[in-house]
């Protein structure tokens, strides 16, 4: 079941092979989905500084009934934060924030300002100064593991070349009809998990008739066809929902996609139009 598979990062921590995503969960509801989700068997949760739900998301780790060293926590740092007393500083709120002693995972949210995201710029001087401050929190014990997210090849090869601790996670956009498979081949090649956020294309995959054909084949709903597909790619999905049944179903995904049907999924006409979402930079590059 993968609920109970976990994957192993480069520093030999174990992380859950499929997270539960929080993004544009409010803070005053995440707490309840957080214990939800962890009582069906999710034991990985993912939010950020920037989705404004850490205390939520701390107080249903804390009140779930599960011990905290059985959960797996992320969050990620403010992609503004380009400097190491800044980083260090935003560790320490979040630590506070989510009420908890350590955070499993943090990662870098973005390698530019979201103003600036994917303009040209790269920021390597700065995501190499906010680096050094995770290395020093993971070194305190602070953080298990750290990473990175919507980093593309040069961003990684700088903090590859240039830090003393490699990225042990790459977090981007992933899903069928818009993987980068050039990037998690060099993310994988270099010992880096890729995690695959929005792993059913913000929904905008559900009315698609060749992946729904796909689906019906396998007797599987679309979000588990494109959630089995990034697991076979030896991604870690993060779907998000507030809904129970959905986080449920999202992780009935133990069954095989063919080589056949993994190729058919792979060459499919990319998504353009992510409807409501293409308004956030993550979406509209």
Same mark, same amino acid.
């Not at 700088?158 to 981007?172: H, R």
């Given at each position: 079941m993968v609920l109970e598979e976990n994957y192993t990062l480069a520093n030999g921590t174990m992380i ?32 950020? $500084? ?22 797996f926590v992320t969050t990620k740092l403010h992609a503004e934060i380009k400097d190491h007393d800044g ?24 390698? $530019? ?110 979000? $588990? ?61």
């Amino acid at each position: 079941m993968v609920l109970e598979e976990n994957y192993t990062l480069a520093n030999g921590t174990m992380i859950p092979r499929l997270g539960l995503g929080t993004w544009m969960i409010d803070d005053g509801d995440v707490a309840e989905v957080v214990r939800d989700a962890i009582k069906a068997g999710y034991r990985h949760i993912d939010t950020a $500084q920037a989705y404004g739900n850490e205390r939520g998301v701390g107080e249903g780790v804390r009140t779930s009934g599960v011990a905290r060293d059985e959960l797996f926590v992320t969050t990620k740092l403010h992609a503004e934060i380009k400097d190491h007393d800044g980083a260090k500083a935003a560790i320490e709120e979040s630590l506070e924030t989510m009420g908890l002693d350590y955070i499993d995972m943090l990662i870098i949210h973005s390698p $530019q300002p979201w103003a600036d995201f994917r303009n040209g710029g790269h920021y390597f001087e700065g995501n190499l100064a906010a680096w050094s401050a995770l290395e020093e929190a993971l070194e305190a014990g602070k953080l298990k593991a750290i990473g990175v997210s919507n980093f593309e090849k040069p961003d990684l090869e700088n903090l590859i070349e240039n830090a003393k601790i490699k990225p042990m996670v790459n977090q981007v956009l992933a899903h069928v009809s818009n993987t980068p498979f050039d990037l998690i081949e060099y993310a994988q090649a270099n010992g880096i998990l890729v995690e695959a956020y929005s792993p059913v294309a913000h929904g905008k995959v559900l009315d698609n008739e060749e992946i729904s054909a796909i689906a019906e084949k396998y007797g599987v709903s679309v979000p $588990q066809l494109c959630i089995r597909y990034c697991l076979q790619l030896g991604l870690l999905p993060l779907p998000k929902s507030g809904n129970i049944d959905h986080i449920r179903s999202n992780a009935e995904v133990d069954f095989d996609i063919s080589e056949d049907d993994m190729e058919s999924l792979k060459s499919m006409e990319k998504i353009k139009d992510y409807g409501d979402a293409s308004d956030f930079p993550v979406f509209a590059k």
